[in-house]
């Protein structure tokens, strides 16, 4: 990849310009708008600044989610003392002095309109900045926007931008901050960008007194070397160490792309894990984004996004970062190519890597059929759970006598058709007829036959159902200490250790009250490895690192602010359960069925989508006109 054009590269042209304030007519052209909506686009454009300044270690600091103080610290290029007032003037910049450079950026910054902005909108801003050429530093700082003047400080060469109290005077833009742990996430996601974008510089993220994210750059390492040890400081090192590198051009459409395809094994169930990157910068564009998820197809389940970093490189002038204020989208001169050749090289470099059957390198999502017995023997043991923690009894469990009044979905092919005699009403809760299993389709239903004619059952929707009623302590058995909910723990012999990803990590804080629970014991080891001591009884020893990792993916910061306790059991339940695509045998299939019957709402799913849908013997009759 070629560094030249990639904004902040050392050898880029910005290098030791002066600041000067663009001319009128320059600056009309620039893609105005608030550039600092949220602590998060403040770290943005400090970072954008100490990576333009060619900055090797860049140290952030950020204490209550950034409202309270956001520091940056480079070792910059920093700025000659006569220029760090005018640093702060309104299009202001040292990277761009003619609107047709506009059309070949070197730089991220190019507006010169950030720290003026930032000056504006913090109660307090102090710079202190030393270039290579100085003795002494030189320090300015500012008071709601107006400043004391620059004065002689220590510092080492580079820039220090520290920012305190966020919109001070602005009581509306602060009341409309997102919360807490939703503004660490969009740090954490901002900073772990910039390491994915520039791996060979070395970054430090401390927040809160904790510390997400830290990369150490090995700085002789090139190109693919960097980019791993960028994943494994983001991610984790094992991620790091699966994924595939690629590397592909296009002449004909100037194009360059390389990065690094994850395992299937690290899909997670958000698009958090697809990064993109054109010419350094971080953007969000979802042809691309369909791309990656495209090339991935034959690999995950639906639902399913990879983890892919992918870094394209255009001429600068075959593309325009001048459309968005925060510039995280960009303007591609020839999108179609870019996306066949994303699509194009991820496929090959998926297919050159896992030849054969490419579900066969997954460990962990994919398991094999399942057996009730397997799982019996395969959990440790478990208090107060007698039927197995997958959801699967012993198909010794007896078919159950049914006579309770019929769900949502049957009752409406029953009110269509003859009144059935089999589904008698008592006035209780909606439970389901006896059902015989009969077979699988599509490795996705179930093939069953009930009083009055044909059910599918949709497998995962099913077993979501079980497992989360189980979560929860309900259903028929309840007082029975089969199913206890939260108070039915397995405790694992060995405790599991997890190593977590920056995000996972900073979503285990925000949901680990919940999921403590649920019956989740488990605690932070350092900052990023997590030990699991015990688990709910409903879920499968087996399973337990795809439900805690597809837990800590769903249960967003922002999630578990807003929604309501059981959606941690809804999510534990969905990674516990068995999938779509999964071969089923007849033991447990029977077993699932019979498992469904004893839950208090065996209709829906805990999202709310059906678990079974009939189709009445009538309606056959009637379609091979036999009636
Ligand atoms: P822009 O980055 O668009 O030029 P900014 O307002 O972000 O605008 O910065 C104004 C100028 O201040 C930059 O052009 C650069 O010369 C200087 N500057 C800002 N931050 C730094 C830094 N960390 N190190 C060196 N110079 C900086
Ligand atoms: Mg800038």
């Known amino acids: 990849m070629t560094s030249a054009a990639m904004p902040g590269s050392t050898s880029g042209s910005t290098s030791g310009r002066p600041i000067r304030e663009l001319p009128e007519r320059v600056a009309a052209q620039i893609a105005a708008g608030e550039v600092i909506e949220r602590p998060a686009a403040v770290l943005k454009e400090l970072l954008e600044n100490a990576l333009d300044a060619g900055a090797e270690r860049i140290a952030v600091e950020i204490e209550a989610a950034g409202r309270e103080r956001i520091c940056v610290h480079d070792d910059g290029r920093g700025i000659p003392a006569e220029q760090v007032t005018l640093a702060f003037r309104r299009h202001a910049t040292s990277k761009l002095a003619r609107v047709d450079d506009l059309g070949r950026l070197s730089s991220y910054g190019f507006r010169g309109e950030a720290l003026p902005a930032i000056a504006a909108a913090a109660g307090r801003l102090r710079l ?130 390389d990065g690094l395809a994850g395992a299937p094994d690290d899909a997670r169930r958000t698009r958090d894990r697809i990064r993109l990157f054109v010419n350094g910068r971080p953007v969000h564009d979802r042809r691309l984004s369909f791309a990656v998820q495209e090339a991935y197809r034959d690999w995950l389940d639906s639902g399913e996004f990879p983890l892919v970093v992918a870094r394209l490189t255009v001429p600068p002038e075959a593309v325009d970062v001048n459309i968005h204020p925060a510039k995280t989208e960009v303007k591609l001169r020839d999108p179609a190519a870019a996306f066949s050749l994303v699509g194009r090289t991820l496929r090959e470099a998926l297919s050159g890597e896992r030849s054969g059957s ?47 009044p019929v769900g949502e979905h049957i009752r409406r092919s029953v009110a269509e058709a003859a009144p059935l005699p089999s589904f008698a009403a008592d006035g209780s809760g909606a439970a389901l007829p006896p059902l015989r299993m009969v077979g699988q389709l599509h490795r996705t239903f179930i093939i069953a036959e009930g009083p009055s004619g044909l059910v599918l059952v949709d497998q995962h929707g099913a077993h979501e159902r079980v497992v989360y009623e189980r979560l929860l302590g309900l259903g028929r ?151």
């Open 128 to 257: 202190t900045t030393r270039s290579g050429s100085e003795r002494t530093a030189s320090l300015i700082e500012f008071e709601r926007g107006l400043s004391s003047g620059v004065r002689p400080a220590a510092r080492a060469v580079g820039t220090s931008v520290e920012v305190h109290d966020l919109f001070a005077g602005q009581p509306a833009r602060r009341a409309f901050l997102a919360g807490a742990r939703a503004e660490r996430a969009a740090i954490l996601r901002v900073a772990s960008d910039a390491v994915l974008a520039s791996p060979a510089r070395s970054l430090r993220l401390s927040s809160d007194g904790r510390r997400p994210l830290e990369h150490q750059a090995a700085s002789e390492l090139g190109g693919e070397a960097a980019l791993r040890e960028g994943l494994s400081s983001v991610f984790s090192p094992q991620a790091a160490e699966r994924a595939v590198w690629f590397e592909a051009r296009s002449d004909r459409a100037e194009l360059g792309l």
């Open 477 to 627: 058995e309840s007082g029975s200490g089969v199913s206890a909910g939260s108070a039915a723990i397995q405790p694992l012999l060995e405790p599991l250790l997890l190593a977590l990803d920056a995000e996972e990590s900073a979503n285990w804080s925000a949901a680990a009250d919940r999921l403590g629970r649920l019956g989740f014991d488990a605690e932070l080891f350092g900052e990023r490895t997590l030990r699991l001591r015990a688990l709910p009884g409903a879920v499968a020893a087996a399973d337990a690192e795809t439900v805690i990792r597809g837990v800590l993916t769903d249960l967003t910061p922002e999630r578990v602010e807003l929604e309501r306790f059981d959606r941690a059991a809804a999510s534990a339940a969905c990674h516990g359960s068995v999938r779509r695509g999964q071969v089923l045998d007849t033991a447990a299939m029977t077993a699932l069925l019979r498992d469904l019957e004893r839950c208090e709402n065996p209709h829906s799913c805990p999202h709310g989508r059906p678990t079974l849908i009939e189709i009445s013997a009538d309606d056959v009759l009637r379609e091979f006109r036999r009636k």
């Open 358 to 404: 490419p579900r066969r390198l997954r460990t962990g999502a994919v398991r094999a059929p399942v057996r009730s017995a397997d799982l019996q023997t395969e959990r440790p043991a478990a208090a107060g759970d007698a039927t197995g923690g997958t959801g699967l009894a012993p198909e010794a469990a007896a078919m159950p006598r049914m006579a309770v």
